[in-house]
Structures are given as structure tokens and as C-alpha cells.
């Protein structure tokens, strides 16, 4: 049978062991209660993401314009050409006082060359010439009607002012033509005492109007074909009592 009896070297050592185990123990609780006794470090708050900046949009070009178009091409000579014959159609239309159909010629010029100078230039004139027309037919109705009573100096002097201010008028051409005729017929023998009587009857018309420098004319014009006529002697002596007999103005 084995001694079981501890020596006093194995006491030593169990003494040990037990005596480290307490230190273990010992330490362990004052760590615990130590960690008890330390407050909890709150977590670092989190921060919230910052929104991205934004990103600025490119800039939106300007739409570039548009090439101007290209500049028409000037008229063609046949173009030139026919506008030309226009014009000259509107000339003559308008020399003969048909001024409406000078225009619609003036319009196809118009037409076929827009912008044309030419066609300007001849619608002034004819303008010009519509302005003189307007003054043309009292002239040739003052000549008519002095031809019509024998009175060829005044008719002449009507014509010579309507062929002033539109010598290529048919209508002038016509009236210097009848006048000449008128003339004619006048020199014949035996129409001298007719004319006279025509002159005086205008004459005293037109002293009954009051219109003394047409009567006055009339009566010169008689005198010159018989200045002997007591009837013309009796007409002027009219003329002057009724010049007398006007009141002041």
C-alpha cells in the first residue's frame, strides 16, 4: 500500500497553485467590476451625405441664322427687251389720250421686268401728260366754238396753247385742221357778209354776259374783214356804253 501522506514538498506546491488560482480570481473580479464602473463611449454620430452639387447644364448654342438667299439673277435681255416694247406701246397709247390701256401696258411691263427704272420713268411722264390733257379740252372747246362764229384769231390763239402743252394730241392736230378749212372757206367770195354776222352775234352774247374781252375780240375780228360795216361800228358802240355802264368794283 502506497504512502499517501504529502511531504512537505508537495504541500508547498499544492499551496501554490491554489494561492495563484486566488490571485486569478481576485483579478478577474476586480476587472470585472472595474469595466461595470467605466460608462459606454456613445458611438460617433453618423453625418448625413451631403447632396452633390449640381452639375450646371452646357450651355445651349444660339441657333445660328439662316445664310441670307441667294440674290436673284438680273432680268434676261429677252426679259429687257419685252418690257421695252411695253413701254413704248404706253408712250403711244398715251400720246393719243388713251391713258387707261397706257397703263395695262405699263402693268405687263411691270410684270415681266419688277423694278424696272425704265417703267417708272415713263409712268411719271405719262402722269405728266394725263395733267396736261386735263387742261387740253377747254382750250380746243375755246377754239370750236370761235371757229363756229368766225372768230379765227381766238381759235388760233386756243390752238396755240393747247399745242404748247401737248403738241402731239390728235385732237390739236384735228382742231388746226378744221381751222384751216374754216379759213379757207371764209376768203371765198360772198361769205364775208356771213362771217360778220356770225362775229356780231358773238360779239353782242357775249357783251349780254358781261364777257367784254371775248366780245371786244369778236368785234376786232370783224373789223378786220370789213372795218367800213356800220353794223360792226354799231356793235363796238354797244360794247363801249356797256363797259361804261358796269359799276365799280
Do not use: C, H, W
Not at 449640381?54 to 429677252?78: D, K, Q
Not at 418690257?83 to 413704248?88: L, M
Not at 393719243?96 to 397706257?102: E, I, K, L, P, Q
Request: zero cysteines.
Amino acid at each position: 500500500m502506497a504512502d499517501t501522506s504529502m511531504t512537505p514538498n508537495n504541500n508547498g506546491l499544492l499551496y501554490t497553485i491554489i494561492g495563484g488560482l486566488a490571485v486569478v480570481v481576485v483579478g478577474g473580479g476586480l476587472y470585472l467590476y472595474q469595466m461595470d464602473r467605466i460608462e459606454p463611449v456613445p458611438p460617433a454620430p453618423i453625418e448625413a451625405a451631403k447632396p452633390a452639387a449640381p452639375v450646371p447644364a452646357p450651355p445651349i448654342a444660339a441657333p445660328r441664322p439662316a445664310p441670307p438667299p441667294a440674290a436673284p439673277a438680273g432680268p434676261s435681255a429677252a426679259q429687257l427687251s419685252q418690257a421695252r416694247s411695253y413701254i413704248a406701246d404706253a408712250r403711244r397709247l398715251a400720246s393719243a389720250g388713251d391713258f387707261t390701256s397706257a397703263e395695262i401696258a405699263l402693268q405687263s411691263a411691270d410684270t415681266t421686268v419688277p423694278g424696272f427704272s425704265e417703267t417708272a420713268a415713263a409712268r411719271r411722264e405719262i402722269a405728266e401728260m394725263r395733267t396736261a390733257r386735263g387742261q387740253l379740252a377747254p382750250l380746243l372747246n375755246q377754239a370750236r366754238r370761235a371757229m363756229e362764229r368766225g372768230d379765227f384769231v381766238t381759235a388760233d390763239r386756243a390752238l396755240d396753247e393747247a399745242a404748247r402743252l401737248y403738241p402731239n394730241a390728235p385732237e390739236v392736230i384735228d382742231a388746226r385742221r378744221d381751222l384751216r378749212a374754216a379759213q379757207r372757206q371764209a376768203n371765198q367770195p360772198g361769205t364775208q357778209d356771213m362771217r360778220v354776222t356770225a362775229l356780231l352775234a358773238a360779239a353782242r352774247a357775249a357783251i349780254s354776259f358781261g364777257d367784254f374781252a371775248s366780245a371786244d375780240r369778236a368785234l376786232d375780228e370783224a373789223e378786220r374783214i370789213d372795218p367800213r360795216d356800220p353794223a360792226v361800228r354799231q356793235a363796238r358802240a354797244e360794247l363801249v356804253a356797256a363797259q361804261r355802264a358796269r359799276p365799280p368794283r
